[in-house]
Structure formats: structure tokens, C-alpha cells
């Protein structure tokens, strides 16, 4: 079975300026992956590399088998930064769902019964049936995050690719998110995703990369996360609490106790 | 009244014009939606003064004014495209250098050259009497191109337009967008350089959109209000201009200004005394509408979603 995702060699940065250079990473099928490390660290250069929006100085990057331009239209979804979202744009939820349908063959401008049917039923899964018809900026931060989602969805992808799907959300938005990507992850789909969060990664993701201009470690998040592969991916002191099954990270020493040790 | 309005359209002059500001009216308002939303609103200020400099360019080479503004126009358009690409320059950047430098080149011909036959005058400020038969058609096909254009690319425009990366990873093919929208607003402007004049249309494409934004929520709707907001502006401003005997350019512009700000006063007062009074909050989602018995359909739905019961 092809992997997901394979970059081999890979080389790439802006101008002159090298971001990470001959980096090879293999994803198999079927895997719910997050990519962490430090703001400027290249993790959506990554992303966008592996989604083919960078090119490349060398190397090879391969998508379920086959060179990104070469996949068929829809055959990855994708979910953007909600911050890089244009709010005040005129299009309503179901709109927006709809784009995700703008590859298929037809050159009339509006959609078809059978389309929007699709939109509907998606919606209905995703919860968000209600706000079809409002405004994108009327809606809450986790029905955002649901009506890209349901975009990214919306053609059956086989790899979903989501670029900071817990930032800007609250905690139990960022645990329901992330459990609806863990039931479409057991239903064949590979998702790969960005985060800051390495306490939403270690407690629903069942496996992490960590990556600085370069990877770091990849693995299970009880193996990975460890204090010498975080601080060498994040640098600085991080502290790890167990409890039980669960375990918690944190930056190093608080700011009131190194005052007191000063 | 009726007479007020027929009496100018004994003359063939004002016919052509009326006829030519409708349409250059509807093909920018058409076209200012996307440059609106693309936050590209200094375009078409831009290009139109690179296709000044291509058409005086082309006057002293003997070729047609729209061969020669059509020429540099594209060249600028490309240019700019090709400069914002590597994404160090901004697109704003590249627009103030590539396009003062094609106009400063037309004006320095005008002054080297003085021997001139042809005013540019209609070129920079609008002509009412400058219609010709040639204009009137070139404006009628750029506009029916431009119309069945965006037609026809509705689909892939609208997702660019909204997302260009997640477009280009859905499979849009958002280089050739780019590439075909550069072209039609170039088009778009040097048919409509004769009418408004090139100082004026950036105001022609931004004002009808704004408006339009203004007064709906929904992308299609912006599109079709835009487009009629656009040729009333260019008749209402064609009429104006015949009865001030100002240029037309101007009174288009002038006439739309006042429409937005008609829309403006309009859209707070609706705010401010009608919206305001029904702000309401539902989980961590703030509304805004009427209760009451003319608004079930509201009341029903915050029902709905606060999981009470109808009273």
C-alpha cells in the first residue's frame, strides 16, 4: 500500500533563504498525525509543501502514490488557519461548503439539486445544518471550523490536511474537533494536522511528529513526548506531569518560582 | 419631466453616450466586485494610467489608441503579476512602480513630441462628446466578453477570489484565473478610458461593489446589485453631465460617491436604531433581529437553540 505522504530529500525555502533541506518523511495510510514545533519553526511551510503550495528546491514529494499535480481534483481537503479566513467576505456557510464541489465538470454557475443535497446531509453530520444560510461571520468558532471541515469533506478526500484546526477555539470546541477527526480517521481517512496544542496532541492523537527546520522525532505521544526531545525541538525547559494514563506539558519553571530562586 | 429626460436623446452624441456610460457602467461595476474582494482597489487607478502610456505610445507609432493602450495595459498587468509573485514585493508596490513608470513615459513622449494631433484630454478626464461609432463597439464587446467570462467562470473566480491557496489545492487551476481576470479588467478598462477617463476609473470599479457590499450578505446578489448600481451610475451621471456640461467621468463619479453615502446613512440608521434595539445573545453567538408576530420564523429558531419550549 502506497504511503500517504512521502517527501524524500526534500529541500525547500523562500529565495535563498532554506527553511528545512533534504528532509524524508513517510506517513502511512490510515494515519491521524500532528505536526508540532515552535512558531517559525517550518511547520506550515510543511504543510504547504506537502499540499503542493511550495515549491521546491529538490527532492520528491509524493501523495497517495503520485506527484500532487498529478492527484485527481478533490483527492486531498484541505482546512486553512481560520485567521487566514477573509470573515467580511459575502458567502454564507453553505456556500462555502459548496466550493469544495467548484472542481467537478459543469460550467453553470449555480449548483445542483444533487449537490446541495450532498452539502445538506455533510452539514447534518457535522451539526452545523441549522447556519447553512447565515452569514460565515454570524456563526461560532466551532461552527467555522465545522463548515471548513465539512468543505475539506465534501469530495470523500482520502488525506485531510488541517492547518491549526485548535488554535482560536475554546477547550471543549478543540476536544470536539478533534474527537469528529478521530471517528472520520476510523473511517479510513489520513489526517495530518498542525498544532501548538501538545496537550490536545498527547491526549487524542495517537501519533506526533516533531519537527524544527527539520524532524525532530516522530512517534507515539507517550514516547515523544519526553523532556529531552521537547526541549530539543522547542529548546528551554518543558515539564511533563503524569497522572494515570494522562500526562500534561508545560514550559519550564512558573515565572513566580524563578523569581523566587533568583 | 419625460421631456426633461427625452430632449437630450434628440441628439446622437448623448445617445452614444448614454449608451456607452450603461455599459461601462454595468462591465465595472461587474468587474469591481472582485477587485473590491481581492482588496486590489488601486488596480484599476493603476492600469488605466499604464494604458494612457501605451496609447500615447501608440499614437506616435501610428497604431489605433486601442492597440496601443490594449498592448501595455496586458504588458503592466503580467508585469505586476510577475513582480508580487515571489511575494516579497506586495502587489500595491509593484502597481505604483510598473504602472507610474508606463504613464511617465506617455506623458514624456506628449511633452517631447508637441506636434500632437490628438488630445488625450477624453483619455484622462471622459469625453461626452468623444463617443464614436469605433468606441461604442469595442465597449459592447469587451462587455459581452467580460459578462460570458465571468459567466462561465463563476465557480473557480468565487474560490479564488475567497481562498486562492485552499482553491489551488482543491484543483483550481488558480494561475490560469489569475491570468484570464488580469485580462478582462485590462479590457474592461481600456473600453471604458474614453468614458470615465483614466483619474477616474478606480472610483467607477470600487463605488458600485462597496455599495453593493453594503446591501447584502450574499455573493451573487453582490454581483447582480453591483452590475445595476454601476449602469445607473453611468446613465444618471451621462445625464448630469449634459445638463452641468461637466466632464462625464466626473459626474458618474460624483453621482456614485453620493449614492454610497445615500447607502452609508442609510445602513447606520438601520444600525443605530432599528438593529441595535435587538441585539440578543444565544450561547456565545450574538444575534441581532425583530421579535415579535411578524418575525416567528426568528423566534422559533432561538427557541430552538436555548431548548425552550413554544410558549
Not at chain 1, 495510510?29 to 506537502?50: D, E, N, R, Y
Not at chain 1, 481534483?73 to 470573515?87: A, F, H, N, R
Not at chain 1, 454570524?138 to 488525506?159: C, D, E, H, T
Amino acid at each position: 500500500m502506497d504511503a500517504a505522504v512521502r517527501l524524500r530529500d526534500v529541500s525547500v525555502g523562500y529565495e535563498r533563504k532554506v527553511i528545512f533541506s533534504r528532509l524524508s518523511l513517510e506517513i502511512p495510510a490510515g494515519q491521524f498525525a500532528g505536526i508540532v514545533g515552535p512558531t517559525g519553526s517550518g511547520k506550515t511551510t510543511l504543510l504547504k509543501t506537502i499540499l503542493g503550495t511550495q515549491p521546491v528546491f529538490s527532492g520528491d514529494v509524493r501523495l497517495l502514490g503520485l506527484p500532487v499535480d498529478k492527484l485527481p481534483p478533490g483527492s486531498i481537503g484541505y482546512v486553512p488557519q481560520l485567521e487566514s479566513v477573509d470573515w467580511s467576505f459575502p458567502v454564507t456557510v453553505e456556500q462555502v461548503i459548496l466550493m469544495g464541489l467548484y472542481t467537478n465538470k459543469g460550467i453553470w454557475p449555480w449548483s445542483t439539486r444533487q449537490e446541495r443535497n450532498k452539502v445538506h446531509d455533510l452539514a447534518d453530520r457535522l451539526g452545523i445544518h441549522d447556519c447553512l444560510h447565515h452569514h460565515i461571520v454570524n456563526i461560532s468558532g466551532g461552527q467555522r471550523q465545522r463548515a471548513f471541515l465539512a468543505r475539506a469533506l465534501i469530495n470523500n478526500p482520502k488525506l485531510l490536511v488541517l492547518d491549526e484546526p485548535t488554535a482560536g477555539v475554546d477547550i471543549k470546541t478543540q476536544h470536539d474537533v478533534l474527537h469528529l477527526l478521530g471517528d472520520l480517521n476510523q473511517e479510513g481517512i489520513t489526517i495530518l494536522l498542525t498544532t501548538h496544542d501538545l496537550n490536545a496532541v498527547a491526549s487524542h492523537l495517537p501519533w506526533v511528529i516533531c519537527f524544527n527546520k527539520g524532524l525532530v522525532a516522530q512517534g507515539k505521544p507517550r514516547d515523544i513526548f519526553t523532556n529531552g526531545i521537547l526541549t530539543k525541538t522547542y529548546g528551554g525547559d518543558i515539564v511533563i506531569v503524569e497522572h494515570g494514563d494522562h500526562f500534561l506539558i508545560a514550559s519550564g519553571t512558573p515565572l513566580h518560582l524563578a523569581e523566587k530562586e533568583k | 419631466m419625460m421631456d426633461f429626460l427625452l430632449e437630450p436623446l434628440a441628439y446622437e452624441f448623448f445617445r452614444n453616450s448614454l449608451l456607452a456610460s450603461l455599459m461601462v457602467g454595468a462591465l465595472c461595476g461587474l468587474i469591481g466586485v472582485y477587485i473590491v474582494l481581492r482588496g486590489m482597489s488601486y488596480i484599476g487607478h493603476g492600469l488605466s494610467h499604464a494604458a494612457f502610456g501605451g496609447a500615447v505610445v501608440g499614437f506616435t507609432l501610428g497604431l489605433n489608441f486601442y492597440v496601443g493602450a490594449g498592448a501595455m495595459g496586458l504588458l503592466a498587468a503580467v508585469l505586476i503579476n510577475q513582480v508580487a509573485k515571489g511575494g516579497k514585493i506586495k502587489s500595491d508596490a509593484a502597481i505604483g512602480i510598473v504602472t507610474t513608470a508606463f504613464f511617465a513615459l506617455g506623458i514624456a513622449i506628449i511633452s517631447r513630441v508637441r506636434t500632437f494631433t490628438q488630445s488625450f484630454e477624453a483619455a484622462l478626464f471622459g469625453n461626452i462628446l468623444g463617443v464614436t461609432s469605433e468606441d461604442l463597439t469595442v465597449i459592447a464587446l469587451v462587455t459581452a466578453f467580460t459578462m460570458v467570462t465571468v459567466f462561465l467562470m463563476y465557480k473557480p473566480l468565487l474560490f479564488s477570489t475567497f481562498d486562492n491557496e485552499a482553491a489551488r489545492v482543491f484543483g483550481i487551476k488558480t494561475g490560469v484565473v489569475q491570468l484570464m481576470f488580469s485580462f478582462i479588467l485590462t479590457l474592461a478598462i481600456i473600453a471604458s478610458m474614453n468614458i470615465v477617463g483614466v483619474t477616474m476609473i478606480a472610483a467607477t470599479l470600487v463605488i458600485p461593489a462597496i455599495t453593493a457590499r453594503m446591501l447584502t450578505d450574499s455573493f451573487s446578489r453582490m454581483i447582480i446589485y453591483s452590475t445595476l448600481i454601476g449602469a445607473v451610475m453611468g446613465v444618471v451621471g451621462m445625464y448630469l453631465s449634459y445638463i452641468f456640461n461637466a466632464a462625464s467621468g466626473a459626474t458618474i463619479v460624483l453621482f456614485g460617491a453620493s449614492l454610497f453615502c445615500l447607502v452609508l446613512l442609510f445602513n447606520y440608521i438601520k444600525e443605530r436604531f432599528i438593529l441595535h434595539e435587538h441585539i440578543h445573545r444565544h450561547g456565545d453567538v450574538i444575534h441581532s433581529h425583530p421579535h415579535g408576530p411578524r418575525h416567528e420564523q426568528h423566534d422559533e429558531a432561538d427557541r430552538e437553540e436555548s431548548g425552550q419550549s413554544r410558549p
